[in-house]
């Protein structure tokens, strides 16, 4: 006769809460963010919690963003901003950033963060969502195949700084 053993039960979901943030979480998202900017090996993020009231909120936000809370503590945020396509002439957002603490990744929250831009994109109007990543990052390469192909005959460019200054100078 054959013997089954019982299997121990899978660990218990935990439940993670995306929600818009607010100005009460400026002192997270921008411990986050100097996270963030660390975990990808510059310096410091210069996004304080007054560049976040500052920039964030009023008549004209320039971002918006969803925080990840597990028990109360938020472990993660989504950054994003509007943006448009002229060849779709489609509405869409840019995710700007996307961090989870480390001691909460594989749990979904990086999920329901982007899932959640996804759905803030669509009451929008929109109907896409753009981001990068750097290429040395493979755990989040690895991470966003899982959810949209990588594009490979695009190459991001940036002006900043003095190149920047210098555009907006000499045009």
């Known amino acids: ?6 299997l121990p039960d899978p660990a218990p979901r935990t439940a993670v809460t995306v929600r ?8 997270a998202v921008a411990r986050l963010a100097r996270l963030l900017s660390l975990a990808d090996g510059a310096r410091p993020s210069q996004f304080t919690a007054e560049a976040y009231l500052r920039d964030g909120f009023g008549p004209t936000p320039a971002f918006r963003v969803l925080v990840a809370e597990v028990e109360r503590e938020v472990v993660g945020y989504a950054l994003f901003y509007p943006g448009y396509d002229t060849d779709r002439a489609t509405r869409g957002v840019y995710l700007a ?16 963060l982007v899932s959640g831009v996804a759905r803030q994109s669509r009451a929008m109007g929109g109907s896409w969502m753009f981001w990068s990543v750097l290429k040395r990052n493979k755990g989040a390469r690895k991470f966003y195949r899982t959810l949209a192909p990588e594009l490979r005959d695009i190459v991001i460019c940036a002006a900043f700084g003095p190149g920047f200054e210098k555009l907006a100078r000499d045009g």
């Open 20 to 27: 818009a943030a607010t100005p009460a979480d400026a002192e």
């Open 1 to 6: 006769m054959l013997r089954l053993r019982r």
């Open 97 to 112: 950033d996307l961090y989870v603490l480390g001691t909460h990744r594989r749990i979904g929250v990086g999920r329901a």
